[in-house]
């Protein structure tokens, strides 16, 4: 079950904080992201990638994006 | 456009962005906006308060063509890459204040942190104050940030709700060709315009328009942001958004040495004053003011035209706020701070401080 943050109808930068907040918590695995914006959508790849995590998909959704980011180790 | 539309995305893209901004703010000082004025959101919509009337300092009115070209060109560049999406509903009345409070901090510097960074590249020392507390504000905002603080989620909503602040800039273009400038008057119909002073001073309509225009499509793509640029180097280290703001300087400063407009000094600087300890106080209160909103002025201006309601209401803020600062005497003038100006900036930052401490919810 993959951990799941919704940053929908969330201004800069909530989208991008909540996602590094999670990202430090669980330091490797996969989480999803919600983002309901094309700018929130740039910037959690942008920031995920700044982690070192991989953006495995970016899925278009009736309410946005569906970002889904993963590390390994 | 698929390439053009992740170019933008990229440090390349904000750092052209950034430049383009840089050369136009320029020439705009060259083809008759004041000086290291070629664009500051906060007094162009100051001046745009000013030819409605609500206020009456007489130096400070015109309907600054380039905010119209900036909201209606982000909307033409929503549109083109369907990224319009009408929203609305994050704490509207706050992000009203917030934009009152950061035009008045804004006025009390005499600048935006667009024009700081003009006043910067023009050789206006006076401006390192104002960028200190610009960063100074956003700091102290990014402090809420990560202790919780937010206005909690937008909604999306009908389509026109989007259209609303559009169409008013729209409207306010119509208002100007109805009802021109005419030499030497300072009413035209329902408009006021200024005969002296930096409200007289503006580069040719259609000059202006174009180049809002152009800047209003290449910001919404590339999310041009000033306040950003700094919150997100102090929140993340992350330098996307800050190379587009050293860009913008970088070539400012050049096309002004090229240009002649680079004039280093404290003193006698353009539409400035050299009350450094109010140059920071100011900033610092619109910065924290623009960090609680979540951009800049000119962001906002953006976002408002691709939908977002919300930053329609603080560019509205902003406007009735210019109208208070200059009302009630709290703007400053080329001779110092307004009687009222160091109060107001007192009131602002407590208001700030109160929006930040008490507007915290868990949203996760």
Known sequence: ?73 | MGSLKTFFSTRWGIVSVGAFIGVFASLLQRWGNPANMGICVACFERDIAGTLGLHRAAVVQYMRPEIIGFVLGSLIAAYAFKEFRARAGSAPIVRFLLGVFAMIGALVFLGCPWRAMLRFAGGDGNAIFGLLGLIGGVWIGTLFLRGGYNLGRSQTTHTSVGWLLPLTMLGFFVLMLIFPQIQGQEKSGVLLYSIKGPGSMHAPLFVSLVIGLCIGFLAQRSRFCTMGAIRDFVLFRHTHLLSGAIALVVVAFIINLILGQFHPGFAKQPVAHTMGLWNFGGMVLAGLAFALAGGCPGRQLFLAGEGDGDAGVFVLGMIVGAGFAHNFGLASSPDGVGPYGIAAVIIGLLSCLFIGFTMRKEVA
Not at chain 1, 48 to 68: L, P
């Open chain 1, 1 to 73: 079950m993959n951990k799941i943050v919704d940053a929908r109808g969330l201004s800069c930068p909530q989208p991008v904080l909540l996602t590094i907040n999670e990202i430090k918590k669980m330091n490797k695995g996969e989480i999803v992201i919600l983002v309901d914006t094309d700018t929130s959508k740039e910037n959690v790849s942008r920031a995920a990638t700044a982690q070192g995590w991989n953006v495995k998909s970016v899925e278009s959704e009736r309410s946005g994006y569906r970002i889904t980011i993963s590390k390994e180790q």
